[in-house]
C-alpha cells in the first residue's frame, strides 16, 4: 500500500526564485492538503484540494498556490521566493472532504539563500 | 491567536513507565483531534485519534483521552520504549461553519525522552 509521496526530498533556491513541489497520495486517497512546518513549530495548514478545486485555504499570500491533476496527486507553487519560506513542506492526504483521518509524506525540504 | 497549545516543550520518561503527553484546544468548533509523532527529517506519523463524542481510545500501548468541558487532551503510553522518543503533535480539526475536515491546527509539539 504505497504511502503519501513527495518530491523533491531536499532543495535549495535564490531569493526571488520559484519552486514546484510534488505529491501523489496515498492509495485510495483523493484530497491532498499542504502544509508548512518550520524549525520548531508545528505544521501550518496551506491549502486543500478536492476535486481539482482549492477547498480551504489558510492564511498564507497568493505566492502560495497549487494545483491538483485529475490522478489525484498535488502541486505546491510558491513564487518570489523569501527567506522566511524555509521550511518543510508537507503534504497530507486523506478520502473525501469527510475523511478525518490525514496521512503524511515525509516532506520536501526547502532552503532559500 | 494559538488554538492549540501544548504547554510542555519537552517530557523525559524512564523506560517501562507511563509517558503522559498533553494538549489544550480554545476553539468550541474542533471536534476530531489526532496525535502525531515525528522523528527528525521526517513527516508525522499518525498514532491516534479521537472524535468528540467520545472521552477515551485504545489502541495498544496508546491511550488518548478527551475532556471537552476543559478543552484537554493528553496521550498515554504504556509502557514507554526507547523508540518511542520523537516530537509528538497533537492536532484538531472540525467542521466549523461547513468546511470539510482536513485542515488540522496543530499544537507546537512535545520532545518526548525515554531512557533505557
Known amino acids: 500500500d504505497a504511502g503519501v509521496t513527495q518530491s523533491p526530498t531536499h532543495l535549495i533556491k535564490t531569493r526571488g526564485q520559484q519552486v514546484t513541489l510534488r505529491c501523489s497520495p496515498k492509495?485510495?486517497?483523493?484530497?491532498v492538503s499542504w502544509y508548512q512546518q518550520a524549525l520548531g513549530q508545528g505544521p501550518q495548514f496551506i491549502f486543500q484540494?478536492?476535486?481539482?478545486?482549492?477547498?480551504q485555504r489558510g492564511n498564507f499570500p497568493d505566492r502560495f498556490s497549487g494545483h491538483q491533476f485529475p490522478n489525484y496527486s498535488s502541486e505546491l507553487n510558491v513564487n518570489a521566493l523569501l527567506l522566511g519560506d524555509s521550511a518543510l513542506y508537507l503534504c497530507?492526504?486523506?478520502?473525501?472532504?469527510?475523511?478525518?483521518?490525514?496521512?503524511f509524506g515525509e516532506g520536501s525540504w526547502l532552503t532559500v539563500v | 491567536d494559538q488554538q492549540v497549545k501544548q504547554n510542555s516543550p519537552s517530557l523525559s520518561v524512564q523506560e517501562g513507565r507511563i509517558s503522559i503527553l498533553n494538549c489544550d484546544y480554545t476553539n468550541s468548533m474542533f471536534d476530531y483531534f489526532l496525535w502525531y509523532k515525528k522523528y527528525p527529517a521526517e513527516g508525522p506519523t499518525f498514532l491516534i485519534s479521537?472524535?468528540?463524542?467520545?472521552d477515551k481510545n485504545e489502541d495498544g500501548r496508546f491511550t488518548v483521552f478527551l475532556n471537552k468541558s476543559a478543552k484537554h487532551l493528553s496521550l498515554h503510553i504504556v509502557p514507554s520504549q526507547p523508540g518511542d522518543s520523537a516530537v509528538y503533535f497533537c492536532a484538531a480539526s472540525g467542521r466549523a461553519g461547513g468546511t470539510s475536515y482536513g485542515k488540522l491546527t496543530f499544537g507546537q509539539g512535545t520532545i518526548l525522552t525515554v531512557h533505557p
Open positions: 479521537i472524535s468528540s463524542i467520545k
Open positions: 484540494y478536492y476535486e481539482e478545486e482549492e477547498r
Open positions: 492509495s485510495g486517497h483523493d484530497t
Open positions: 497530507a492526504s486523506s478520502f473525501g472532504l469527510s475523511g478525518n483521518t490525514i496521512y
